[in-house]
């Protein structure tokens, strides 16, 4: 069974930094799509992420210019560095293959932006 686990949440200031990574027990994201995904209380998962197997990037517009994606294949992981982080990006990140598949989704991580 797969396992993925995201890592590198946590408290930071507005403006702040954080790099999550995604590491996965097998070898699902080296010829897909893969993603980082969020969701903040009340609202829905969605995807802010996208990196192809090819490293094309795209963004959510909320983040467009924040974040960047990456990934290591030989490692099985991805990446999100998040800079200038505000309040509004406070939710529980996970990553997943995009399209993302029901047994894939870990635990998650949470990021918190609060001063």
């Known amino acids: 069974q797969v396992q993925v686990v995201e890592s590198g949440g946590g408290l930071v200031q507005p403006g702040g930094s954080l790099r999550l990574s995604c590491a996965a027990s097998g070898s699902i994201f080296s010829i897909n799509a893969a993603g980082w995904y969020r969701q903040a209380p009340g609202k829905q998962r969605e995807l802010v992420a996208r990196i192809t197997s090819g490293s094309i990037t795209n963004y959510a517009d909320s983040v467009k210019g924040r974040f960047t994606i990456s990934r290591d294949n030989a490692k099985n992981t991805v990446y999100l560095q998040m800079n200038s982080l505000k309040p509004e990006d406070t939710a529980v990140y996970y990553c997943?293959?995009?399209?993302?598949?029901?047994?894939?989704w870990g635990q998650g991580t949470q990021v918190t932006v609060s001063s």
């Open positions: 997943n293959r995009v399209p993302p598949r029901e047994n894939y």
